[in-house]
């Protein structure tokens, strides 16, 4: 037996992320003959012993293990043919076990999208009064029961038998788009809470779970603290002695995000629930050190108290500079925390939805298109035409391109203007020009009103500019005049070079 222990493979040897890791070991695997036996009983057994353990570790698992040995999609085949699936047979095993993986975690029901046959093919687990009254209104199976029943209107009005229904449904991920909270929350409640004692908290994780959230679950688990119910049972405080604030925060997003509400506040998000009951102390939330310090001097030692605040207002009072502001808004957005009076508009430009302090009387810009609208206007005075490139050889026996910028003074005034860059970047490679071709040289001088001047480089003696300009290359020309300086970029389109309004200097 000591010679076996010796010579087995440990599940160290497979260099598993640090999440499919302890999902293994918190389930007793130690070794990799270990995860064989599991992966042999199949996903029903794995996820009864495997607590935790999403889509993206259950495929990490399988390629490590067929690098081992096992078969992997010997493994897929089987299950696939365990759930009758055999019509996805003709599937690559990679899409196989995306639609393996895909049925065993089906989120929620869309009776447009999904498939009856997905679901039970009966109702006898129903209770025998709804059951009853089910039968005498000839419905037998779940496909009759969802084609007699296709909005909440045609739910049974009595109401012990409505609500049993609604979550007998719900069990099977199928929800009315119109029975909210407002028009039902007597039933919607109740639903909750039925959710919530069989919700176990090891669902909330997810593939963009992080660290803090994770290591908030295993500690809960680890005090036994399974499901959604008993979190719901604990008060802030208690948490507070098991978890850090922002555990707490996170976990509680978390929850937001799967749709529970807290009891005593059934009208409400746990979003405005942690505003209303925890105290976000600002050296857990913010991450300057210098901006925490700035706000406790200026008596707002937690986020609540902060919240409680416009932009405008913390401008205004000098509580905090632009910069420090900026940072406070993204520190509080990875928890669904903003500012008073903070909304998201739509921008008029880009149509990107973008975070800012509430205003109706103005046009929306982002911050992006603020500054591509003063670009705008500042290049206005003048105009560049590009023409080219124009391939060919040249005297020197040298082969290349040549590239034309035409500059237009559009004021009513003489300009003197410098050209201090002329660069191609291809490939995001930049391209120095080699030489003005002749008759086009122009690096300072004045262009008259209305009336424009013509400038041509040659791109040549290189084996590299033998390659041809494609979509996507750009130039940037950088000029100057006696009162500001501005950059134009253009970009190649269709073999043409377009200018681009968008871009950001």
Not at 19 to 47: H, M, P, W
Not at 304 to 323: A, D, F, P, Q
Not at 402 to 429: D, G, P
Request: charged share 30%.
């Amino acid at each position: 037996m000591s010679e076996e222990k010796s010579t087995a493979r440990l599940i160290e040897e497979m260099e598993l992320s640090v999440r499919a890791y302890n999902c293994l070991k918190r389930a007793g695997v130690q070794t990799v003959e270990d995860l064989f036996s599991l992966l042999d009983k199949g996903l029903s057994e794995i996820s009864k012993s495997v607590r935790n353990l999403g889509r993206m570790s259950l495929e990490e698992i399988l390629i490590k293990a067929n690098g081992l040995g096992y078969n992997s999609a010997q493994f897929i085949k089987r299950e696939i043919k365990a759930q009758g699936l055999t019509e996805y047979y003709t599937l690559s095993s990679e899409e196989l076990f995306k639609r393996l993986i895909e049925r065993r975690n089906l989120p929620s029901f869309d009776k447009e999208k999904s498939h009856v046959g997905n679901f039970l093919s009966d109702i006898e687990n129903l209770p025998q009064p709804l059951l009853r009254f089910l039968n005498k209104d000839g419905i037998f199976t779940m496909e009759e029961l969802l084609e007699r029943y296709k909005s909440l209107t045609d739910i049974p009005k009595q109401r012990r038998l409505r609500r049993e229904l609604l979550i007998f449904l719900d069990k099977e991920g199928i929800r009315f788009p119109e029975c909210t909270k407002e028009e039902y929350p007597d039933i919607n409640v109740f639903i909750s809470k039925e959710r919530a004692k069989s919700f176990h908290i090891g669902n909330l994780e997810s593939e963009e779970t992080d660290d803090e959230l994770s290591e908030a679950i295993d500690i809960l688990l680890q005090n036994d603290y399974k499901y959604v119910a008993s979190i719901f049972a604990l008060s802030v405080e208690d948490m507070k002695k098991m978890l850090s604030t922002r555990q707490i925060v996170k976990l509680f997003m978390a929850l937001d995000n799967n749709g529970f509400a807290v009891y005593s506040y059934p009208f409400i998000s746990l979003s405005e629930y942690i505003k209303c009951e925890i105290v976000l102390p600002v050296e857990e939330f913010i991450s300057s050190k210098v901006t925490c310090s700035n706000l406790i001097k200026r008596h707002l030692p937690n986020v609540n108290m902060l919240m409680k605040h416009t932009r405008s207002e913390l401008i205004k009072h000098k509580i905090v500079g632009e910069m420090a502001l900026n940072g406070i808004i993204e520190d509080l957005k990875q928890f669904n925390l903003y500012l008073k009076d903070d909304v998201y508009y739509e921008c008029s430009r880009c149509k990107v939805e973008y975070l800012t302090e509430k205003n109706t009387n103005i046009v929306h810009h982002c911050d992006l298109c603020k500054d591509k609208i003063k670009r705008i206007k500042k290049i206005k005075d003048f105009s560049i035409d590009i023409s080219g490139p124009d391939y060919g050889s040249y005297t020197d026996g040298t082969k290349g391109f040549t590239l034309f910028a035409t500059i237009k003074n559009n004021t009513n005034q003489l300009e003197e203007i410098t050209l201090q860059e002329f660069l191609v970047f291809h490939k995001r490679r930049q391209w120095a020009a080699r030489m003005y071709l002749n008759g086009y040289k122009f690096e300072k001088g004045y262009i008259m009103p209305q009336s424009s001047l013509t400038v041509a480089k040659i791109w040549s003696g290189y084996e590299w500019i033998l390659e041809k300009l494609v979509d996507g290359d750009y130039i940037s020309i950088y000029l100057r005049t006696k009162e500001y300086s501005c950059s134009y970029r253009f970009v190649m389109r269709d073999s043409k070079f377009v200018i681009d309004d968008y871009f950001k200097h």
